[in-house]
């Protein structure tokens, strides 16, 4: 049985504000993305990964990942899409709800170069794994797995929130204050029973819906997520200071090469 990780990597990166997919942007001179699924890789856990790029540019992710055992394919409007389309090609079903018709094919493939690039058959666990986390340590990966097959169809990796949390009107005045001893930040990779997530991306699909992980999306369909202990190193790089702080936790010297 077999634990393969998808990893959406089409998102358009503006608010990093470096021109280009903050998948493709370097964190200690390389690109989010191939930190992305070495982490995976090392973490002996997964088998294989499909990576969602930019349709444009998925001949440079194959390029940067050469060797690995990764397929790479075209993604979707947004993450949600991105994901549906790799559960697509992963299950075999080309697309799973008639949403992106004919969308789900699988890229080049990278690594072995077999035919049959994305192994459908005997999958225990799917990965959902963000790009812009490249600092994930293997051990979290790990992790995330043992609980699935632990007997957990939903697994996330949570941290708990520091910060004081207050609610505020659209005057911008506090209305409370959260008690944040029950709040948790999510990270990933979030780990899945392989039809509980393709039931939670068909069913989102069909309605329109979409959410910001995939936890949510089976939230949706009451289902029970786990959570177990998450990693601060597991940071996602989203603005200008994410960066910069991922940049120094590998070099020790802050990122100048995207707009403060």
């Known amino acids: 049985m077999s634990v393969v990780a998808v990893v959406p990597a089409a998102g358009s990166g503006q608010r990093l504000g470096a021109g280009e997919p903050k998948a493709f942007v370097p964190v200690g001179g390389v690109p989010m993305l191939v930190r992305a699924v070495d982490g ?19 001949d440079r992710a194959v390029a ?3 060797g690995r055992p990764v ?9 949600t899409q991105s994901v549906l389309r790799a559960l697509g090609a992963l299950h075999g079903v080309g697309d799973p709800n008639d949403v992106h018709t004919g969308d789900e094919r699988p890229g080049p493939p990278v690594g072995d170069g077999s035919s049959s690039t994305v192994p459908g058959e005997g999958v225990e666990v799917v990965l959902v ?14 992790a995330v797995v043992a609980a699935v097959r632990a ?6 990796p949570v941290l708990p929130v520091a910060d004081t949390v207050k609610r505020v009107d659209a005057d911008g005045d506090v ?3 959260v008690d944040r001893s029950v709040l948790r930040a999510v990270q990933t990779p979030q780990g899945f029973a392989p039809e509980l997530l393709l039931r939670a991306h068909r069913t989102a699909a069909a309605a329109g819906a979409a959410a910001t992980d995939d936890a949510g999306l089976v939230e949706a369909l009451g289902e029970t997520v786990h959570t177990v202990p998450g990693d601060p190193a597991a940071l996602k790089v989203t603005t200008p200071w994410d960066h910069r702080l991922a940049e ?13």
């Open 40 to 58: 995976l890789l090392e973490s002996g856990v997964v088998d294989h990964v499909v990576v969602a790029a930019p349709a444009e540019l998925v």
């Open 64 to 66: 940067l990942l050469d």
């Open 71 to 79: 397929t790479v394919l075209p993604g979707g409007a947004d993450r």
């Open 129 to 142: 794994h963000d790009a812009a986390r490249p600092l994930t340590p293997p051990a979290l990966v790990a």
């Open 151 to 156: 007997g957990h169809r939903a697994v996330i």
């Open 175 to 177: 209305v409370g204050t």
């Open 248 to 260: 120094f936790l590998v070099t020790g010297e802050a990122a100048g090469t995207v707009a403060r």
